[in-house]
């Protein structure tokens, strides 16, 4: 079993589709308990690297290490990693509660549990009033919120994000990023989290790394980014 927050290696990551290189030798560590942000323009690889972190896609050579160990291993285990996908990805014939509670059920957590942690989890998110419906009745800004919180209640060491904050409207995204702040001071979870908004990468993550063309142009704490980039790309982007 692996302590409550995991690193993650990835050791000169590549990945082709259909000959067109979208990943190129990326090595990137992250450290246990850190907020990471992958920043970078649309296209640039930012869900695929994210989706290879996950187990979900397979580089087509390198590594990618969960606290020093292959993915593989751990892949049965899902305290391991949550995910929160860009487009939701909600099971639609569930309920909002339903779908925090699919992954709980899956991994044994006994009743009272679950439904301690689903409860506090709608509450934080402000979606107790929705619980009983199903994704086709919420606006995209709610159905992004039970996304989060889907991953939420899963405790897990990794959380890995994909853009969550996309579709929910400019007033209650910074209540959101907020929220996503508290949950990382709370449970010091290792978080991934990708984005192309500059500043929501600057409010929330400990390092950011900037990404362009399936390359990291640069890794640093948000101050140095801004302060002193160190090629002309991210100097045009931040
Ligand atoms: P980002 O999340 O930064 O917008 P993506 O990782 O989604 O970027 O995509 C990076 C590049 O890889 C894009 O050019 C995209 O079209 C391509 N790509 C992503 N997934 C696939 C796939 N399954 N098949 C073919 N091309 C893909
Ligand atoms: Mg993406």
Redesign the pocket.
Known sequence: MIKSNATIELKNISKE??N?K?IDGMNLFVKAGEFLVLL??????????LRMIAGLEEPTSGDVLIDGENLQKLSNDGHVIAMVF?DYALYPNMTVYQNLEYALKVHKVPKEERQARIESVLGTLNLTEYKDRLPSQLSGGQKQRVAVGRGMVKKSKIFLL?EPLSNIDVQLREKARDEIQNLHVMNQQTIVY?T?DQLEAMALGDRIAV?DQ?IIQMIDEPENIYNNPTNLFVAKFI
């Open positions: 589709f259909k067109s979208v970078g323009p649309s296209g640039c690889g930012k869900s695929t690297t860009q994909d990708v192309h990404m399936g």
